[in-house]
């Protein structure tokens, strides 16, 4: 079965840094595109990055220039590197399968990340 | 940004009742539209890719259609464990999604 499990998530004040990752098991990892969504406390869902299975990375304006995506496929494992992080960037994070041209077929349990002073 | 707009953002539904939700684009994103489910707690599910084509393991009640930028998931005979909100999503261009429509038994 497929399993897709993060982990990373924490409270962290604003301004700060958090890496996020993802461990996927029961598919071929390389062969899969992968993203972020993200869902804030009681809101909706909003896609936050995603990487080709060859690196390619695109970025929500809303993350671009501060979150990095990066994959290990030799460890079957999505990164995402969280800079200057804001309140407004507290939500669970969920590891897809999927980029931005592509539906999202899995999807991991999520981490929750807390920005807050 | 192409602006995805679901109605109803709620509502209360009975057992069997066939239920619609829309979901509206801002400009034509032929059918590149999918649709999920996320149960209270759980992590989003998805129900159908490209407008309407079916996915495997999910109950034939589940349908959708449309293109362009009308859009609807249609539910046949609502089970009681439908209750969850729904959301559509688009990848014409830099992925969105929909506010969401949660359901609840009346």
């Known amino acids: 079965d497929e399993q897709l499990v993060e982990s990373g998530g924490d409270l962290v004040q604003p301004g700060g840094s958090l890496r996020l990752s993802c461990v996927v098991s029961g598919l071929t990892f390389r062969n899969y595109a992968m993203s972020w969504v993200r869902q804030a406390p009681g809101k909706g869902l909003e896609w936050v990055s995603g990487?080709?299975?060859?690196?390619?990375?695109s970025y929500a304006n809303s993350v671009k220039g501060r979150f990095t995506i990066s994959r290990d496929n030799s460890k079957s494992t999505l990164y995402l590197q969280m800079n200057s992080l804001r309140v407004e960037d507290s939500a669970i994070y969920y590891c897809?399968?999927?980029?931005?041209?592509?539906?999202?077929?899995?999807w991991g349990q999520g981490t929750r990340i807390t920005v807050s002073s | 940004e192409i602006v995805l707009t679901q109605s109803p953002e709620f509502q209360s539904v009975t057992p069997k009742a066939k239920v619609t939700i829309t979901c509206r684009a801002s400009e034509s994103i032929g059918t590149s539209l999918h649709w999920y489910q996320q149960k209270p707690d759980q992590s989003p599910k998805l129900l159908i890719k490209?407008?309407?084509q079916s996915i495997s393991g999910v109950p034939s009640r589940f349908s959708g259609s449309g293109s362009g930028t009308d859009f609807t998931l249609t539910i046949n005979s609502l089970e009681v464990e439908d209750v969850a909100a729904y959301y559509c999503?688009?990848?014409?261009?830099?992925?969105?999604f929909g506010q969401g429509t949660k359901l609840d038994i009346k």
């Open positions: 990487i080709t299975g060859s690196g390619g990375a």
């Open positions: 999503h688009q990848t014409s261009s830099s992925p969105t």
């Open positions: 897809v399968t999927g980029n931005s041209f592509t539906y999202f077929d899995y």
């Open positions: 490209y407008a309407s």
